[in-house]
């Protein structure tokens, strides 16, 4: 173990409040998501001055090394993965708060060894017997940490300390797997013990979604059926599955995005105002919505969900290859890259309003953004003048890239003519804000720190999206796919999803190439 430093990076500037005094222990620690995202994070939020200055890392993991090599591992590229240039003196004061132990996750043993170095650390850098427990490992291995960690005593809340687990995603692989896990996890820990991250909620458009509905007065009264025609939600990647084969081909588009930041997507746009910010409260009306989505019946899932899988094609001007081309994918995979689905939410709010969702790799370009498309004005009134359409006005919530807010609206073209041509009012994050540098996990591993579960996902809200899900998962395996690949790479997606508008009085995908 190296000396601890007295040095703290930055005094807090005014209105910050560093999170309380903790070790973070994140199993799994070789992968990429530490090197990548999480210590990027956590240096992050030292650099802005939210991490406590009582603070330590411990990774675990299999492979052996030394607390140095896995420092000097986490050195490397640290500077690209944290998006800024890095300022030596605070990477510094970090990297001295840095410990690794090597054992299985299996082996009681190296539980034992991790709670005498979590005491150590813990006297060491006086973080008070405050615990956060990452599980970045395969999911796998979900349940046996934790009830390795409850074997141990690890995750007991002693003399007023507090003990979390985060877990990734996936969390679980359908309905009954997910039933699975919460009912393994929470035979060892409390609810308010777990956090189950969806790095979406993480993304800042993705949280001021609540701001934008619920801090204008002049977007909730029209938020509802009687304005609201139908809404759309795109995720698009240019990327293909990348090193990701096996994962993905277990997975599939469907279970990769849907359940988790599709579903949370939904719920932030159609949930109905909570009564406070308190985690809770804001949880149960989550939850609410994604219950009131109607489970479509087999025969309604081959009329309102498209699946879809790229072939060969050329994205950014770069010809790339076929889905079944990939590294360990099967050359005649049935794994679906893309999918669209119609979606109703059955309640007051929301009956009978389409929810047409689309995600998928390899698209012309990545956008991810929610349009809410109002009802058309009648066009009597203009058709005398000899205008014979008018487009709806759409909001687009932009979350990335380039994220920001626009509204389409018809004005009138001048000259002496009544012509309506489309307008645009656009607000961009950047302008206003200027460029944030974030990973998208600072806010979510804060929030984790100072025990505020908000936007994590909560046991029943998880249960819920698996059960929309499912029913397509069923159908899907019994009806294995007869057209794959039926996409292009560098387009948007197969014809099928355009027709699944079409039939709906000739809609159309929100799309500005
Ligand atoms: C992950 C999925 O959860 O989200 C990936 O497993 C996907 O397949 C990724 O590429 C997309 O995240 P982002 O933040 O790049 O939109």
Redesign the pocket.
């Known amino acids: 173990m190296s000396a601890t430093s007295v040095l703290h990076p930055t005094s807090a500037p005014g209105g910050v409040h560093p999170a309380g005094p903790c070790t973070e222990v994140i199993f799994g620690a070789s992968g990429d998501l530490t090197k990548r995202k999480l210590v990027p994070a956590l240096y992050n939020l030292a650099v802005s001055g939210f991490l406590p200055k009582d603070f330590a890392l411990v990774g675990f993991a299999k492979p052996a090394m030394s607390h140095e090599e896995f420092r000097d591992r986490l050195n490397q590229d640290i500077e690209s993965h944290a998006g800024r240039t890095v300022d030596r003196p605070i990477w510094n004061w970090f990297l001295e708060r840095i410990y690794y132990l090597s054992g299985e996750f299996a082996d009681p043993g190296a539980y034992a060894a991790l709670g005498k170095l979590l005491e150590e650390v813990e006297e060491r850098h006086k973080t008070q017997g405050n615990r956060l427990y990452y599980l970045a490992t395969l999911p796998s291995f979900f349940g046996t940490v934790v009830a390795q960690l409850g074997a141990a005593g690890l995750v007991e809340e002693r003399e007023g300390t507090w003990r979390r687990v985060v877990v990734e995603?996936?969390f679980g692989h359908d309905l009954d797997s997910a039933r699975k896990l919460n009912a393994d996890i929470s035979g060892v820990l409390a609810e308010r013990q777990i956090y189950r991250i969806d790095?979406?909620l993480g993304?800042e458009t993705v949280q001021n979604l609540m701001a934008l509905r619920f801090a204008n007065g002049i977007f909730e009264p029209i938020w509802n059926r009687r304005y609201v025609d139908h809404v759309q939600i795109t995720?698009a990647?240019e990327?293909g599955?990348e090193q990701?084969g096996p994962?993905?081909e277990e997975?599939g588009a469907l279970r990769?995005?849907v359940p988790?930041?599709i579903l949370q997507l939904i719920a932030l746009t159609a949930m109905e105002p909570p009564i406070s910010f308190d985690p809770e409260a804001v949880r149960d009306e989550k939850h609410k919505v994604l219950k009131a989505i109607a489970p479509m019946a087999p025969e309604e899932v081959l009329q309102r969900a498209v699946r879809g899988q790229y072939g060969e094609g050329v994205v950014s001007d770069t010809l790339v290859r076929a889905y079944r081309k990939e590294d360990r994918v099967a050359p005649d995979s049935g794994v679906e890259t893309y999918v669209a689905l119609k979606l109703f939410i059955d309640n007051w709010r929301w009956a009978k309003v389409p929810f047409y969702i689309r995600t998928g790799?390899r698209m012309p370009r990545?956008v991810?953004e929610i349009t809410i498309q109002f009802h058309r004005p009648p066009l009597h009134l203009f058709r005398r003048a000899g205008v014979d359409r008018l487009d709806p006005n759409v909001l687009v919530i932009r979350v990335?890239p380039n994220e920001g807010i626009s509204l389409n609206f018809g004005a009138k073209v001048p000259g002496p003519k009544m012509e309506i041509g489309g307008v645009t009012m656009d607000f961009n994050y950047s302008d206003y804000f200027g460029v944030q540098n974030s990973t998208?996990y600072e806010t979510l591993l804060y929030d984790c720190m100072i025990g505020d579960a908000t936007p994590f996902q909560r046991a029943d809200m998880l249960e819920a999206g698996w059960a929309v899900v499912q029913p397509i998962l069923d159908v899907w395996k019994a009806l294995p796919p007869r057209d794959f690949p039926n996409y292009a790479s560098g387009t948007w997606g197969p014809a099928e999803a355009d027709e699944m508008l079409r039939r709906d009085s000739n809609k159309r995908w929100y799309q500005k190439d």
């Open positions: 995603k996936p790095h979406y993304k995720v990647e990327l599955v990701r994962y993905y997975a990769d995005m988790n930041h790799k990545r991810t990335q998208g």
